[in-house]
């Protein structure tokens, strides 16, 4: 018998910490001035702002370049696309990027197409990678940007940055990375990586919903995507919200300082998890086996409907693909770009865990979905 809910959707968002929580607190009720004001209470705001600043550059290895705060990664992706896109000469009109990206880089991209800009698109193999032969025949000299997404948000899998920046750069053009899906989660270092803008939210490593941000090269120009005051280097405006700054940077420290203990917890769950429901039979892994972030599974289970299943198995929290394109009934676009058929498609599951999840979990989820594929499809 069922008792309780199990969440296994934390690509979507996660549960707030309540150390986050904690750190938090003050910044509503006593320490709440607004940080552009002069007076003690903005003053004293300005300068945990700042802290958080230098926190979170540290932790993502970040050395000589500015973090804007954002209200996630969505609007840091439309920051950087088209901040990029209204600098450039009338010489650089081209965008690269995937079609398996976040609908957030494929809309705002689909937007600057409608105004002059070329948008090309770089092919996945059937495990989702990006093709770096590809890459260095579309990569050319009227390339403004390349706009890359570290992790994949419904298989997990790593695409390879370091040396996508490489055949960037050598065009003279941007890296843009959305690393949503991979801080916290992986080793993250921006500087290494080699990336000139890098956009991640916090609500996916347990900091609130609402707060994200933008980590740009000094040096970088961005058109301002939002007028009225001149906050965040002039790109940005309107007041800061100090708490969820506070609880981003909080979330991001414990996430790092935990990442290997984190890791290693995660991933046996998700490989228990993985082991057992692909040998029932009609199940298939969509994505890379091996280079793809240590909390997601992305599986197919032959002759289901995922939308169906998500709405019969009320007690359990996963995903059909992307939460910003949940309310979509067609494949995903990410699946249907590595070859996938509508069929198989149609029947994938997207587990994603955190380190809340427990092995119990794992074995009641495998249990239940058992007797539901029973029911449901009597062949298996």
């Not at 298989?155 to 991979?182: F, K, Y």
């Amino acid at each position: 018998m069922k008792t309780g809910l199990i969440y296994f959707d934390n690509n979507a968002t996660t549960r707030l910490d309540q150390e986050v929580l904690t750190a938090m607190l003050p910044y509503f009720t006593e320490l709440y001035g607004n940080s552009a004001s002069q007076h003690h209470f903005g003053l004293e705001s300005a300068k945990i702002v700042d802290q958080a600043r230098a926190n979170i550059t540290y932790n993502i290895g970040g050395s000589d370049g500015k973090i804007i705060f954002t209200s996630g990664a969505t609007e840091s992706i439309n920051i950087a696309l088209k901040g990029v896109a209204f600098e450039a000469s009338e010489k650089k009109t081209k965008i690269v990027t995937c079609a398996t990206e976040h609908q957030a880089v494929l809309d705002t991209c689909a937007y600057l197409e409608q105004i002059g800009f070329e948008i090309a698109f770089l092919p996945v193999d059937s495990m989702g990678l990006v093709s770096l032969a590809h890459a260095e025949q579309i990569i050319d000299e009227q390339t403004l940007a390349v706009a890359i997404m570290l992790v994949n948000n419904e298989t997990g899998v790593i695409q390879p940055i370091r040396e996508l920046a490489r055949l960037t750069h050598h065009h003279d053009a941007l890296l843009i990375c959305d690393a949503t899906q991979a801080i916290g989660k992986i080793p993250v270092d921006v500087d290494e990586l080699d990336v000139d803008i890098m956009i991640f939210s916090g609500h996916k490593f347990h900091a609130p919903k609402g707060i994200g941000a933008l980590y740009m090269k000094r040096g970088g120009q961005l058109a301002a995507y939002m007028h009225g005051g001149g906050h965040e280097y002039g790109i940005r405006s309107g007041t800061l919200n100090v708490a969820g700054i506070v609880g981003l940077s909080k979330a991001l420290e414990i996430a790092i300082e935990n990442l290997e203990q984190n890791t290693m917890h995660i991933k046996q769950k998700r490989d228990l998890l993985e082991r057992k429901l692909l040998a029932i039979k009609g199940t298939r892994l969509n994505g890379h086996p091996d280079l793809r972030a240590p909390n997601v599974s992305n599986i197919s289970f032959l002759g289901i409907d995922a939308n169906t299943f998500i709405s019969e198995m009320t007690f359990l929290a996963v995903a059909n693909g992307s939460a910003c394109t949940s309310a979509v009934i067609e494949p995903s676009h990410v699946l249907r770009a590595m070859g996938i058929d509508n069929q198989t498609a149609f029947g994938a599951i997207r587990f994603s865990l955190s380190k809340f999840n427990t092995e119990a979990e794992v074995e009641e989820v495998v249990s239940l979905i058992s007797q539901y594929l029973l029911r449901v499809t009597p062949n298996h």
